[in-house]
């Protein structure tokens, strides 16, 4: 075997593998020799059959076995002696063909094209300077979280003036409704004792705005149109009337913050219930600073550096994010701050941050290699486990699904990976806990910019999650909605491969679709 290195471009290689003819040969006539024993042909005593009829039957076919075999363990012994770690698949092309080869008179040639890692040395952890912002859980937080909690599951009464008394915006009204379309009921859409909250927004448009005025006894005909997008695509944009029958009409209680409060949620008393949200908070607060020391964590790595990128994993990672640019700018939740912009911009900037994701998904990925981190078969398992849970009744689909796709078992060990490297850095550099209110901890990182300049341009902020096309740099837990990418990107790892959804339990017709 004589491998030549035909081209060296930055990254890219390129390696010419030649076989000679002979030795080939010399590894047919072995593999013949093997298999003839329980070869069996007709006119032939089993295993007697001769070394040049095998050849000239199965010879090409043989020689392509063995040329398969050799590509792939070849490929990867040269890549070994020459200590190079691909960054993509090796590309290989075939320059001979397997039947002149079985004649013995030709080479056996293929060529290997792949990209190889960048050679860089990581930051230090240890020379690293950051800050953690923390916060403690206030009184003045608790109340509001208690009174917050006792406004969204506030009880409801009979509504003062008895039959008279007219629903309005905020009130409960209770109804029975049969839904028709051309004077025909449609199937889901009638419902009894249905609880209608004014104002929520749980029905389609214009059903509970109708309700207003309407009092105990009453009767009345809801005109309503579905929306286009409507799940049940049967009833997507029609005309429905809902004939509806009041049967009572309810105001909110005021909201109370005591005992009673926390027995709705299984609770002991008001004390229980008080250490429950003290304890939900202080989580959050931890989880919030963990996010941003982790921010701190990849933005300084970005700064400290800079070397050549792997061309093919920045496309695939472009491409990832603009497949969910296109589906945002196409469905307009678009950012409204990239509506205006022509789509060479918004490619160039949304190539920027495919640029960040590879390059701090490289330098974790290094730092981990040096000093051993690494994911365990336990913390892999536990993590399937996770993901199959949240679909219940489908949990054996999903660890099968896992089983059979080492692919996505892979996608599934990059965040946990990142975690421990983060991890990692955070026990080695010099971080310092900087106590700051709860909503400073919270707060958008452009608020945080106003108040001292940065290295960097300041992250735009968050536009809500359902509108916006993120610009993040990688976040890979798959989430129960897909989201596109945030410009404010505080991860580097890779997202799980959306899974099927369990089936939503059917709601009424007349309800708004998700």
Do not use: C
Not at 103 to 128: Q, W, Y
Not at 334 to 348: I, N, T, W, Y
Not at 428 to 436: E, F, I, Q, R, W
Not at 457 to 462: D, G, L, N, R, T
């Amino acid at each position: 075997m004589n491998v030549i290195e035909k081209a060296s471009e930055g990254l890219s290689r390129t390696f010419e593998v030649v076989f000679a003819a002979d030795d080939l040969q010399a590894r047919l006539d072995a593999k013949i020799e093997e298999i003839r024993p329980e070869v069996r042909l007709k006119g032939f005593r089993p295993g007697k059959v001769p070394s040049t009829h095998i050849r000239k039957m199965f010879g090409e076919s043989i020689m392509g076995d063995l040329l398969n075999e050799l590509v792939p363990e070849t490929t990867q012994k040269a890549l070994d002696e020459r200590n190079i770690r691909p960054a993509s698949q090796p590309e290989i092309e075939v320059k001979s063909e397997a039947k002149d080869i079985a004649k013995g008179g030709s080479d056996f040639t293929f060529e290997i094209r792949l990209e190889v890692m960048p050679d860089f040395e990581p930051a230090d952890p240890a020379g690293l300077k950051l800050e953690r912002p923390v916060a403690e859980v206030e009184d003045a937080q608790l109340d509001t979280a208690l009174m917050d909690l006792a406004e969204k599951n506030r009880t409801y009464s009979a509504k003062k003036g008895g039959k008279n008394a007219k629903a309005a915006e905020g009130d409960v009204v209770v109804i029975d409704f049969v839904g028709k379309i051309d004077g025909e009921a449609f199937e889901g859409g009638s419902a009894e004792d249905s609880r209608v909250a004014i104002g929520d927004g749980a029905f389609i448009p214009g059903f509970e705005e109708q309700l207003v005025g309407a009092k105990t006894g009453e009767e009345r005909e809801l005109n309503v149109t579905f929306p286009e997008n409507y799940q049940a695509a049967q009833l997507a944009g029609k005309d429905a009337v809902f004939e509806v029958t009041v049967k009572a009409v309810e105001s909110p209680d005021e909201p109370s913050v005591d005992d009673e409060l926390a027995k709705r949620f299984g609770l002991e008393g008001l004390d229980t219930l008080k250490e429950t949200l003290t304890k939900n908070l202080a989580s959050e607060h931890t989880q919030q600073s963990r996010l941003k020391v982790k921010r701190a964590v990849l933005d300084e790595l970005d700064t400290l550096h800079s070397f050549d990128l792997p061309p093919k994993m920045v496309e695939a990672e472009f491409e990832n994010i603009w497949r969910e640019v296109s589906h945002a700018i196409e469905h307009g939740h678009l950012e409204d701050e990239d509506k205006e912009k022509p789509e060479d911009q918004l490619k160039s900037e949304y190539r920027e941050i495919a640029e960040r994701r590879v390059r701090l998904g490289l330098v974790l990925a290094e730092i981990g290699r040096r000093n051993n981190v690494d994911v365990s078969q336990e913390e892999l398992s536990r993590a399937i486990n996770q993901e199959a849970m949240r679909y219940p009744g489908q949990e054996r689909q999903v660890v099968e699904f896992y089983q059979k796709n080492p692919g996505a078992v892979a996608q599934l060990r990059a965040p946990i990976y990142e975690e421990k490297v983060v991890d990692y850095i955070l026990e080695l550099a010099d971080v310092t806990d900087v106590t700051v209110s709860r909503e400073a901890l919270f707060a958008d990182d452009d608020d945080e910019a106003a108040a001292k300049p940065k290295k960097k341009p300041a992250a735009k902020k968050k536009a809500p999650a359902k509108k916006a096309a993120e610009k993040k740099a990688p976040a890979k837990k798959a989430p129960a909605k897909k989201a596109a990418a945030k410009k404010d990107d505080d991860t580097a790892e890779k997202k799980a491969p959306a899974k099927k959804k369990a089936p939503a339990k059917k709601k009424p017709a007349a309800k708004k679709a998700d």
